[in-house]
């Protein structure tokens, strides 16, 4: 069973930036794919970035550009660095990696963007 851990959300306003990390609690070296998904309020959750076992990153269109995904293999961690930050940004942010066939999902972290 892999543990997912989120850090680094918070309030920030428009135009601003935040970094969420996610820590593993098994190397992310055996892991297919990892990635970040968020929900706003009243509406279903959504795929923000991933990256896969062989370091393709691909990103919903609302976020290219500002939003990018890395991988730290020594420190098993996953991070998503969001710049220029918009209030349709708000939501509620996962960290989520599958191995094989399973998902895991981390606990989330608030991201609220004020206007």
């Known amino acids: 069973q892999v543990q997912l851990v989120e850090s680094g959300g918070g309030l920030v306003q428009a135009g601003g930036s935040l970094r969420l990390s996610c820590v593993a609690s098994?190397?992310?070296?055996?892991?297919?794919?990892m990635g970040w998904y968020r929900q706003a309020p009243g509406k279903q959750r959504e795929l923000v970035a991933t990256i896969s076992a062989g370091g393709i990153r691909n990103y919903v269109d609302s976020v290219k550009g500002r939003f990018t995904i890395t991988e730290e293999s020594a420190k098993n961690t996953v991070s998503l660095q969001m710049n220029s930050l918009k209030p349709e940004d708000t939501g509620v942010y996962y960290c989520y990696v599958r191995r094989y066939v399973k998902d895991y999902w981390g606990q989330g972290t608030q991201v609220t963007v004020s206007s």
């Open positions: 098994e190397s992310i070296a055996s892991m297919n794919a």
